[in-house]
Protein backbone atom coordinates (compact mmCIF):
# COMPACT_ATOMS: atom_id res chain seq x y z
CA UNK A 1 0.00 0.00 0.00
CA UNK A 2 1.54 2.80 -1.67
CA UNK A 3 2.18 5.94 0.60
CA UNK A 4 0.56 4.77 3.60
CA UNK A 5 2.88 5.47 7.01
CA UNK A 6 3.24 2.46 9.60
CA UNK A 7 0.69 1.39 11.46
CA UNK A 8 -1.94 2.43 8.46
CA UNK A 9 -1.87 -0.45 6.12
CA UNK A 10 -1.87 -2.10 8.75
CA UNK A 11 -5.16 -0.47 9.81
CA UNK A 12 -6.89 -0.98 6.90
CA UNK A 13 -6.15 -4.33 6.24
CA UNK A 14 -7.57 -4.85 10.21
CA UNK A 15 -10.76 -2.67 8.82
CA UNK A 16 -11.38 -4.76 5.36
CA UNK A 17 -11.34 -7.80 7.87
CA UNK A 18 -13.73 -6.38 9.66
CA UNK A 19 -12.27 -5.81 12.64
CA UNK A 20 -13.87 -2.91 14.91
CA UNK A 21 -12.01 0.07 15.90
CA UNK A 22 -11.72 -0.99 19.33
CA UNK A 23 -10.36 -4.26 18.15
CA UNK A 24 -7.46 -2.85 15.97
CA UNK A 25 -6.13 -0.60 18.92
CA UNK A 26 -6.14 -3.21 21.13
CA UNK A 27 -4.23 -4.97 18.72
CA UNK A 28 -1.86 -2.09 17.01
CA UNK A 29 -1.62 -0.59 20.58
CA UNK A 30 -2.41 2.79 18.91
CA UNK A 31 -5.40 5.36 20.28
CA UNK A 32 -8.52 5.26 18.70
CA UNK A 33 -8.16 8.99 17.32
CA UNK A 34 -5.31 7.20 15.22
CA UNK A 35 -7.62 4.51 13.70
CA UNK A 36 -10.56 6.98 12.97
CA UNK A 37 -8.32 9.08 11.45
CA UNK A 38 -6.42 6.88 9.17
CA UNK A 39 -9.79 5.37 7.91
CA UNK A 40 -11.56 8.64 7.35
CA UNK A 41 -8.64 9.78 5.50
CA UNK A 42 -7.93 6.51 3.34
CA UNK A 43 -11.74 6.96 2.69
CA UNK A 44 -11.28 10.40 1.83
CA UNK A 45 -8.42 9.46 -0.73
CA UNK A 46 -9.91 6.58 -2.29
CA UNK A 47 -13.20 9.05 -3.03
CA UNK A 48 -11.12 11.27 -4.96
CA UNK A 49 -9.44 8.42 -6.65
CA UNK A 50 -12.83 7.47 -7.65
CA UNK A 51 -13.82 10.70 -9.04
CA UNK A 52 -16.50 11.02 -5.51
CA UNK A 53 -17.53 14.69 -4.40
CA UNK A 54 -16.60 14.99 -0.70
CA UNK A 55 -17.64 12.59 1.45
CA UNK A 56 -17.77 14.68 4.33
CA UNK A 57 -20.26 16.87 2.44
CA UNK A 58 -22.49 14.54 2.59
CA UNK A 59 -22.47 13.46 6.44
CA UNK A 60 -22.93 17.27 7.66
CA UNK A 61 -26.19 17.32 5.18
Not at 27 to 51: D, F, K, M, P, Y
Amino acid sequence: MQGLNDPEPRIFEMALDGYSTVEITAQLGCSRWTVRRTLNRLGEQLARRLGHEDVNAKREA
